[in-house]
C-alpha cells in the first residue's frame, strides 16, 4: 500500500498567483480530509469528503479556496488568487468512512507565497 | 463543536524518564481519542488510539488513559528515548463519520 500521495511536495509561487494541490487517498478509503498546518494556527480541518461528497467546508477559509474530489483516487485543493498568509503545509488524509477511525495523512505540501 | 485542550505546550525531559501529556475535550458524545506523532518536516503519524469502552490501552513504551466522566485522556511514555524527540497531538471524535478534532500540540525534547 502506497499510502496517501501528495502532489507536490513542494510549491513556491508569487502572490497572485493560481496553486493546485493534488492528492490520492489510500485506496478503498472513503472519506478525505485536506488540513493546513502553520505555527500561530496548528492543525485546522480546511474541508472533508465522503463517497467523493463535499460534507463540511465550514474550515475553507474564504472563497480563494476550493477543493474537489471527481472520483474516489483523487481530490484537488485550489487558491486562487494565492496570498502570502497562505504560507503552511497542506496535508490530505484519508479514511474508511463508518466503523473505521483511524485517519492517515500524506507526506504534505509545503506551500510558500512570496 | 468539540474542544480539545492540551498541555503541555513543551515538555523537556531526560533520557530515561517518563513524559506525560494531558487533554481535556468538550463533547461527550466524543468517544475516539487518537494520538499522533509528528516529527520534524513529516507527516502526522497514528501512535496509539482510545476509545471510550477502555480505560487504558498499552503499546510497548506508551500508554494512554482515559476518564470519561472528567473528560480528559492522557499519553504515556515511558523510558523516554531522544528518537521520541517529536510534537505529539491528542484528538477526539465521534467514531463513525465524524471529523477529528485536534489539541495544539506537544513539542517534546528528550535530552541524551
Known amino acids: 500500500d502506497a499510502g496517501v500521495i501528495q502532489s507536490p511536495r513542494h510549491e513556491v509561487t508569487e502572490m497572485g498567483q493560481e496553486v493546485t494541490l493534488r492528492c490520492k487517498p489510500i485506496?478503498?478509503?472513503?472519506?478525505l480530509f485536506w488540513y493546513r498546518q502553520t505555527m500561530m494556527r496548528g492543525l485546522e480541518l480546511l474541508i472533508y469528503?465522503?463517497?467523493?461528497?463535499?460534507?463540511?467546508d465550514s474550515g475553507m477559509p474564504e472563497d480563494r479556496f476550493s477543493a474537489k474530489m471527481p472520483n474516489a483516487s483523487f481530490s484537488t485543493l485550489k487558491i486562487q488568487p494565492s496570498e502570502p498568509r497562505d504560507s503552511a503545509v497542506y496535508f490530505c488524509?484519508?479514511?474508511?468512512?463508518?466503523?473505521?477511525?483511524?485517519?492517515?495523512f500524506g507526506p504534505g505540501t509545503r506551500l510558500t507565497v512570496t | 463543536g468539540e474542544n480539545v485542550e492540551q498541555h503541555p505546550s513543551t515538555l523537556s525531559v531526560q533520557e530515561g524518564d517518563s513524559a506525560v501529556i494531558k487533554c481535556t475535550y468538550s463533547d461527550s458524545a466524543s468517544n475516539y481519542f487518537p494520538w499522533y506523532k509528528q516529527e520534524l518536516g513529516k507527516r502526522p503519524q497514528l501512535i496509539i488510539d482510545?476509545?471510550?469502552?477502555?480505560g487504558e490501552k498499552k503499546d510497548q513504551r506508551i500508554a494512554v488513559t482515559l476518564n470519561k466522566t472528567a473528560k480528559h485522556f492522557s499519553l504515556h511514555i515511558t523510558e523516554t528515548q531522544p528518537e521520541d524527540s517529536a510534537v505529539y497531538f491528542c484528538?477526539?471524535?465521534?467514531?463513525?463519520?465524524?471529523?477529528?478534532?485536534f489539541g495544539k500540540g506537544t513539542m517534546l525534547l528528550v535530552s541524551p
Open positions: 482510545i476509545r471510550s469502552n477502555v
Open positions: 485506496s478503498g478509503h472513503n472519506s
Open positions: 488524509a484519508s479514511k474508511v468512512a463508518g466503523e473505521r477511525d483511524e485517519q492517515y
Open positions: 484528538a477526539a471524535s465521534e467514531s463513525g463519520y465524524s471529523t477529528l478534532t
Open positions: 469528503f465522503n463517497n467523493n461528497v463535499p460534507i463540511d
